[in-house]
């Protein structure tokens, strides 16, 4: 019943049970966490009654909401004669219990009990309530920290079926030893700030492999050692600016202005120049054994991704249509990668009267390629056929966009081939035209003006 309709009869009894409060209103239900969910917050104190001397008291406390009998001298119209106890924290919050957390029926059980005592050790003995027996008040929730925000965030990303490795790695190297412990409510422009600009002044950590202790290098002296530590520097900012965001539109937090005028370095991506000319990939080749040439040549055909490589199945190969299927990888969705005669070809021949279900690329041993293994082997045939060092797996994809560059391939079809949605990553990073090229492009269209 609306707590805005008024009685004006002294009591108003439903179902026997009257509320007492001033101004007097209709009584409203308790018995239930939803019917006194539903109740107004303006009013502190509602009553619930149980016989002539004893009602029971719902209060509304600033941390937590508790039970309270109250014991009548007379009748309850001596309002000035009564005695107040707490008895127990209301189910409102936690399930009950009968010892702290009380439902409704078993706070009447226990006010009846409170009135018995009442009785027998008489008024004189039960008037005076102090404050001290009241229960203790309900423990704080623990703040909301920057750890607390990074742990949901890498939460979400798995939810959504993102890596989180680089996150976790990011996260425990670069942002919680200095920030990690620190409230939401207390994290300021002025902290971030200073947190961001100390980091491309750091020393650089060494890759080992996982489970080793890191080592460092002294701290950055060259122009491009300082380019590669403002780049680390932008990317741990974007991951503690996207999991504030995630806290701020989750509820954690109510403020989004500390973190969103943090100015980004510039100008801190480069193109990545390494990619092999047809003569080098030849050389490439040549230089590495049957497993090892089967996963260079599927890579410049196809420019895939190392960890996509590493997953093509048989039943991926489609080699009458010349497609080759690539399974959902980096967030992206699924894509069919065109293929060459000769990409078709080959491919169908690492597929003919194989499994399904197998990996198409496979170890010497009969074992699909782990993380690191094609790099140490890469590494090995580079040097022995003088090729610049290191050379990556993605230094072919590099390769394959670069020639399909060269071949007047337009870009978004290239873009499509990578598994990109834009070209922005393809001029930023893969799309690198040599010299021969622009030299070639201008000789062949460039008129002549003089």
């Known amino acids: 019943m609306p707590l805005s309709t008024w009685a004006s009869d002294e009591s108003f ?91 409704y029926e078993q706070a009447v059980e226990i006010a009846k009990s409170q009135y018995e005592e009442f009785v027998t050790k008489g008024w004189e003995n039960s008037s005076h309530i102090r404050r001290s027996e009241f229960p203790p008040p309900m423990p704080k929730p623990p ?47 002025a902290t971030i700030w200073e947190w961001f600009t100390q980091i491309p002044k750091t020393v650089r950590r060494v890759r080992t ?58 100008k801190t991506h480069r193109a990545r120049q390494r990619h092999l000319s047809p003569e080098e990939c030849t050389t490439l080749i040549e230089a590495c054994s049957l497993p090892l040439r ?49 990409g078709a070809e080959f491919a169908g021949q690492l597929a003919a009267c194989r499994n399904p279900g197998e990996h198409l690329l496979l170890q010497s041993s009969g074992r699909p390629w782990g993380q690191s293994t094609a790099y140490v082997q890469i590494q090995k045939a580079a040097l022995q056929v003088g090729l610049e060092l290191p050379l990556h797996i993605t230094a072919l994809r590099h390769t394959y966009a670069t020639q399909a560059m060269e071949a007047d391939v337009p870009k978004s079809v ?8 834009t070209t922005i990553t393809l001029e930023r990073h893969y799309a690198h035209i040599t010299k021969n090229y622009v030299r070639k492009a201008v000789q062949d269209r460039m008129p002549d003006l003089a």
Request: hydrophobic content about 40%; charged content about 25%.
């Open 209 to 266: 492999a996982f489970g080793l202790h890191a080592p460092y290098k002294g701290p950055p002296r060259t122009v491009e050692e300082k380019r590669q530590r403002q780049f680390t520097a932008n990317r741990a900012l974007d991951l503690l600016s996207q999991s504030l965001d995630l806290a701020y539109n989750t509820g954690k937090f109510d403020n989004n202005f500390g973190w969103r005028r943090i100015p980004h370095f510039r």
């Open 13 to 103: 009894r439903i179902d026997d049970l009257t509320y007492r409060v001033q101004p007097r209103l209709m009584a409203p239900d308790l018995s239930s966490r939803t019917a006194r969910a539903l109740l107004g917050t303006e009013y502190k104190e509602l009553l619930a009654y149980i016989h002539e001397h004893l009602s029971l008291m719902y209060r509304r406390g600033g941390r937590a909401n508790y039970w309270a009998a109250r014991v009548y001298k007379k009748t309850q119209r001596a309002r000035n004669q009564h005695a107040t106890k707490t008895i127990g924290f209301t189910d409102d919050l936690e399930k009950a219990d009968g010892d702290i957390f009380l439902s």
């Open 414 to 421: 290239i873009a499509a081939q990578l598994g990109h949605t």
């Open 143 to 189: 703040p909301y920290r920057v750890v607390h925000a990074i742990c949901d965030f890498v939460e979400w990303q798995k939810e959504k079926g993102y890596l989180a490795e680089n996150c976790i790695t990011m996260a425990v190297n670069y942002v919680l030893p200095q920030l990690g412990n620190i409230p939401l409510t207390e994290l300021t422009r």
């Open 294 to 342: 089967n996963l260079v040549k599927m890579a410049l055909f196809t420019g895939c991704r190392n960890g996509e490589l590493k997953r093509l199945l048989v039943s991926d190969v489609f080699e009458v249509r010349k497609l080759l299927l690539v399974a959902a990888n980096k967030g992206h969705e699924e894509r069919f990668v065109a293929l060459t005669d000769r």
